[in-house]
């Protein structure tokens, strides 16, 4: 029911831009979270929207990664700017009803993952 695309290789420095869309249901009451998972790491959370709109970031994250919603496609994005190799991971997103968490196990719905490769 979630479809995540637009990930790549990508030198340092470059931007990407990842796009979950969803099917099945309407995830308007829904909060939208984007995660990643580096190989030999835990999954960690990377920002979310809200059923509101309000987006959250994490911090290390804030200011090169923007996340972006559009109810009418059921769909959200997230544009990368500035990567780096830290950034290299796949790269999930998540559903949950109304509020972001950033704990993964607190979400109901997943998609497959797109990886992201940043070359130094």
């Known amino acids: 029911q979630l479809q995540a695309s637009g990930g790549g290789l990508v030198q340092a420095g470059g931007s990407l831009r990842l796009s979950c869309a969803a099917s099945g249901r309407t995830f308007s009451s829904y909060a939208m979270t984007w995660f990643r998972q580096a190989p030999g790491k835990e999954r960690e959370f990377v920002a979310g929207i809200s059923w509101s709109g309000r987006t959250s970031y994490a911090d290390s994250l804030k200011g090169r990664f923007t996340m972006s919603r559009d109810l009418a496609k059921n769909t959200v994005g997230l544009q990368m700017n500035s990567l780096k190799p830290e950034d290299t991971a796949v790269y999930y997103c998540?559903?949950?009803?109304?509020?972001?968490?950033?704990?993964?196990?607190?979400?109901?719905?997943w998609g497959q993952g797109t990886q992201v490769t940043v070359s130094s």
């Open positions: 998540a559903a949950r009803m109304t509020a972001v968490v950033s704990a993964p196990r607190e979400y109901d719905y």
